[in-house]
């Protein structure tokens, strides 16, 4: 992945939700003036969300999703594909609800209405196929639009860039850690594990932001950090990937500040203060207790996988006991995985957007399940915890 690409967990999600034949894959063909969607009179033809990435200035990089039809009632491929219609709403920023201008507001419809609002998904109604009809009473929140002749996709456009969402361009990964002219010595172990030819995104992004702020940022194994602090005697912030993390803290002088790249993802993401709260669950389980080990995104599983072989691990050898475990991987995560679990153990979650992050905290919650994620985790159960968030400015005295 260049550097130079947006993230798809970067992106504002748009999403396009509605009933069958109300011409959401029109609408959304006619948004991005691209045929991205299979379009027919026959009911039921998108089977599958679609994504297309694309620029909506003043937004700017977003990602279009079109949906199943939300009434599709074939027995057993109709409910399924309703489901993804709403596992898609955990991720969507905006929602815009499309509709057969020429018909009544259905159950159907109201019902997404009732979901948006709920999960406190800014939506927009738009009124599809508005060339059939006669008289035309806007309303706030109401676009009368055209996939067939482009009637108001202008302004669908700007309304939909108008709620601009991107809270993520306001927020950085190193927002009071780094300033212009700081030094910062990034800890990037190269093991089994890491993608050949690539780091991983984390990694990448807060690169190019240091590389944006006007800092200069060295990048390191852990096997030369030893000779890297002889040659950099006072860095600004020492940031270390998870895995080193123990290592790391036995290296870097307790004057030099340290965190690692998951607290960061964690704090950006906005469950940190969650993770924290989550964390000291680990030194009350027993062996009957039932930790879930989620990863947001799919990856081919190696030896000494963090998440299935290495956090188990540490968590046996620092309780003393074996808990029982579920691992979890990509969009496999619900309510129904987690409600019997103790605590959630979740990946950075680089892979997934902010909204997503924020429903899968809220599902653990919700079912009384503490969560927290891979950096928080590790550095608890190494005796770290306090050091890796002690200079980060809004958790110098946070009680842990």
């Known amino acids: 992945m260049s550097l130079n690409d947006t993230p798809l967990a970067e992106r504002v999600h748009i999403a396009f939700f509605g009933m069958r034949n109300a011409g959401k894959s029109s609408l959304v063909n006619a948004v991005t003036r691209q045929n991205v969607s299979i379009v027919s009179e026959k009911k039921g033809t998108t089977t599958d969300p679609v994504y297309k990435n694309m620029e909506l200035l003043p937004l700017g990089p977003v990602t279009i999703i079109d949906t ?88 669908l456009k700007e309304k939909i860039a108008s709620l601009n969402l991107l809270k993520t361009q306001s927020r950085k990964l190193l927002d009071g850690i780094a300033n212009k002219g700081d030094t910062l010595i990034l800890v990037v172990p190269i093991d089994k594990a890491a993608p050949k030819g690539r780091l991983i995104l984390p990694q990448q992004q807060v690169i190019r932001e240091a590389l944006d702020s006007g800092c200069v940022a060295v990048i390191t194994r852990d096997e030369e950090l030893e000779q890297t602090l002889k040659a950099i005697k006072n860095p600004s912030f020492v940031i270390c990937d998870s895995q080193v993390f123990s290592y ?52 081919h599983r190696q030896c000494g996988d963090i998440g299935t072989v290495k956090i188990p691990a540490l968590i046996e050898k ?23 679990a103790d605590l959630v153990i979740h990946c950075g979650g680089c892979m997934l957007n902010e909204r997503e992050m924020q429903f899968r905290q809220n599902i653990a919650l919700n079912c009384g399940v503490s969560f927290t994620n891979y950096g928080t985790a590790i550095s608890y159960m190494s005796g770290i915890l306090k050091r890796s968030i002690k200079d980060i400015p809004e958790y110098r005295n946070f009680d842990i």
Not at 112 to 122: D, I, T, Y
Not at 127 to 145: A, E, P, R, Y
Not at 269 to 282: E, M, N, P, S
């Open 248 to 299: 790391t803290a036995s290296v870097v002088p307790e004057s030099i500040p340290l965190t690692s790249f998951s607290i960061l993802m964690a704090r950006y993401k906005g469950f940190l203060d969650t993770a924290l709260k989550g964390v000291t669950k680990i030194s009350k389980l027993t062996e009957k207790s039932k930790v879930v080990i989620s990863e947001g995104c799919t990856h």
């Open 68 to 155: 199943p039809g939300f009434d599709d009632d074939e027995e057993t491929l109709g409910k399924l594909r309703v489901e993804k219609a709403v596992h898609i709403l955990r991720k969507t920023d905006i929602a815009v609800l499309v509709k057969d201008s020429s018909l009544p507001f259905s159950e159907t419809e109201k019902t997404l209405v009732s979901e948006f609002e709920k999960l406190n998904v800014p939506y927009i109604i738009a009124q599809n196929k508005c060339d059939l009809i006669q008289n035309i009473n806007s309303q706030n929140g109401t676009v009368f639009v055209s996939a067939k002749t482009g009637k108001g996709i202008t302004e």
């Open 318 to 340: 620092f309780t003393k006991v074996r808990p029982k475990y579920k691992f979890t991987s990509g969009q496999d995560f619900s309510e129904e995985i987690i409600k019997d």
